[in-house]
């Protein structure tokens, strides 16, 4: 079994200032860990991804996020926040290898205030 | 590259009427396509699991007389919402998984919202 929780459903931050969202995960096994941005009305998109290699993730548009298998956590950073950060940000949890189903976090909506 | 593109974007139908909802991966092969829907402010729920060439894996509570899924291809799956009702009205939005080279990853669409009127 899987989870994920993310534990913030709205996180404010002023622009210029930094970015943290956090997620913990639960699995039986070795997960592989995944953040997605939506912007409103749109599909997701793809940050970045943990698949048992390095710890520490780099994603597009300035992102990163470090796995922590001793706090089960995978929470994402970002130095300085833009205002096109501004969107929903979903973790994602799936057993590594072969085709699983994955498993959503509620989401956390990221407000950047100018 | 790992673009998944839907069709429509937007379909506004009247109750009753069935409406399909395209999706494709343009450049790259998916043995493997998901279906999920998002009410407003919420997370994905996902509906079903298509798979090429068999029939798909419904989760539980999703009607699968409801919502007809076809995976014809490597590179398009169908969701058809069958006589549609006002609480259809959804975001719906699928995603594929690549045959090879980027393992568990999935790819989203677009997403295509549905108003059942």
């Known amino acids: 079994a899987q989870s994920v929780t993310q534990l913030d459903s709205h996180v404010s931050v002023s622009e210029g200032t930094p970015v943290l969202l956090r997620c913990n995960y639960s699995?039986?096994?070795?997960?592989?860990l995944f953040w997605y941005v939506q912007h409103p009305n749109k599909g997701l998109q793809l940050l970045l991804k943990y698949t048992s290699a390095a710890t520490l993730v780099k994603g597009i548009n300035g992102f990163e996020a470090e796995f922590k298998k001793s706090e089960t956590s995978f929470h994402l950073t970002k130095p300085s926040a833009h205002m096109s950060d501004a969107a929903e940000y979903f973790c994602v949890v799936s057993l590594s290898g072969g085709y699983q189903k994955v498993t959503f976090g509620t989401g956390t909506k990221l407000q950047v205030i100018p | 590259g790992a673009v998944v593109s839907q069709h429509p974007s937007w379909v506004i139908c009247k109750s009753g009427t069935s409406v399909k909802i395209e999706c494709r991966s343009l450049?790259?092969?998916?043995?493997?396509m998901f279906w999920y829907r998002q009410f407003p402010k919420q997370s994905l729920m996902l509906m079903a699991t298509?798979?090429?060439?068999?029939?798909?894996?419904?989760e539980q509570g999703v009607e699968k007389d409801k919502f007809l899924i076809n995976h014809a291809s490597l590179t398009l799956s169908t969701l058809t919402v069958t006589s549609a009702h006002p609480e259809d009205s959804s975001f719906y939005i699928c995603s594929a998984r690549p045959l090879t080279g980027r393992g568990e990853t999935q790819y989203f669409g677009p997403g295509t919202r549905l108003l059942v009127l």
């Open positions: 450049d790259f092969q998916a043995t493997t």
């Open positions: 699995s039986s096994y070795s997960p592989s």
């Open positions: 298509s798979n090429e060439g068999s029939k798909a894996t419904y």
